[in-house]
């Protein structure tokens, strides 16, 4: 089991926005702003789309955003592209000895 | 260009040891922790553990101190991940990454070494 929740799958059709939840608790995703979020493709790395809750490193297209809201965080994906479905996880600075915690990831289907 | 080349797949025996490696270029080594990760076949992503190259300080998931040893070497820019004695269950890809220091996500990742460990 996880220690941040995300939603098994989500699907949108191209050119609609879908959001992604990550609900974590007081000791990690609510306590700092250290939340990310990264995208894997089927036998690809991750590759980092969002950190520190809301800033989208330079190459991440705008499409992508990130929010938070006391223990929980969220994804969204707007204007949805074929080339988006993927795996989406979300991970958090977890104030105990863990130090860092993954969602158990998310499967977004672009239909 | 920043990179984390990592060494190529392994198969081994359980009870085996086993050492991979992440070696970094294209920035300075010792600015950014390595960060190890693995994803077991079909399944979601695990934090192991990191290091700062500069004087080889690491912190461990709870999950993975004491089956796993992460190292570094800074000389050559290379990061390692070990284990004295491997189980079926370690049978996953993992893959290297770098953190800044302050923060906790992984911006640059290698491609991931998979590890395959079967009788």
């Given at each position: 089991?996880?220690?941040?929740?995300?939603?098994?799958?989500?699907?949108?059709?191209?050119?609609?926005?879908?959001?992604?939840?990550?609900?974590?608790?007081?000791?990690?995703?609510?306590?700092?702003?250290?939340?990310?979020?990264?995208?894997?493709?089927?036998g690809?790395a991750?590759?980092?789309?969002?950190?520190?809750?809301?800033?989208?490193?330079?190459?991440?297209?705008?499409?992508?955003?990130?929010?938070?809201?006391?223990?929980?965080?969220?994804?969204?994906?707007?204007?949805?592209?074929?080339?988006?479905?993927?795996?989406?996880?979300?991970?958090?600075?977890?104030?105990?000895?863990?130090?860092?915690?993954?969602?158990?990831?998310?499967?977004?289907?672009?239909? | 260009?920043?990179?984390l080349v990592q060494s190529g797949a392994e198969v081994k025996?359980?009870?085996?040891?086993l050492r991979i490696s992440c070696k970094?270029?294209?920035?300075?080594?010792?600015?950014?922790?390595i960060?190890w990760v693995r994803q077991m076949p079909?399944?979601?992503?695990?934090?192991m553990?990191?290091?700062?190259?500069?004087?080889?300080?690491?912190?461990?998931?709870?999950?993975?101190?004491?089956?796993v040893?992460i190292?570094?070497?800074?000389?050559?820019?290379t990061a390692y991940l070990q284990w004295?004695?491997l189980?079926?269950?370690d049978t996953a890809i993992y893959y290297c990454a770098?953190?800044?220091?302050?923060?906790?996500?992984?911006?640059?990742w290698g491609k991931g070494t998979t590890v395959t460990v079967?009788?």
């Open positions: 089991q996880s220690a941040l929740t995300q939603p098994a799958s989500v699907s949108g059709s191209p050119g609609q926005s879908i959001t992604i939840s990550c609900t974590g608790t007081a000791s990690d995703v609510g306590s700092y702003n250290f939340v990310s979020w990264y995208q894997q493709h089927p690809k991750p590759k980092l789309l969002i950190y520190k809750d809301t800033k989208r490193p330079s190459g991440v297209f705008n499409r992508f955003s990130g929010s938070k809201s006391g223990n929980t965080a969220s994804l969204t994906i707007s204007g949805l592209q074929a080339e988006d479905e993927a795996d989406y996880y979300c991970c958090s600075y977890a104030r105990s000895s863990a130090l860092v915690v993954f969602g158990g990831g998310t499967k977004l289907t672009v239909l | 260009e920043v990179q025996k359980p009870g085996e040891s970094g270029s294209g920035y300075t080594f010792t600015d950014y922790w960060t079909g399944k979601g992503l695990e934090w553990g990191r290091i700062d190259p500069s004087d080889s300080h690491t912190n461990y998931s709870p999950s993975f101190q004491g089956h040893t190292s570094a070497d800074r000389s050559i820019t004295s004695s189980k079926a269950s770098t953190s800044d220091f302050g923060a906790y996500y992984m911006d640059v079967s009788s």
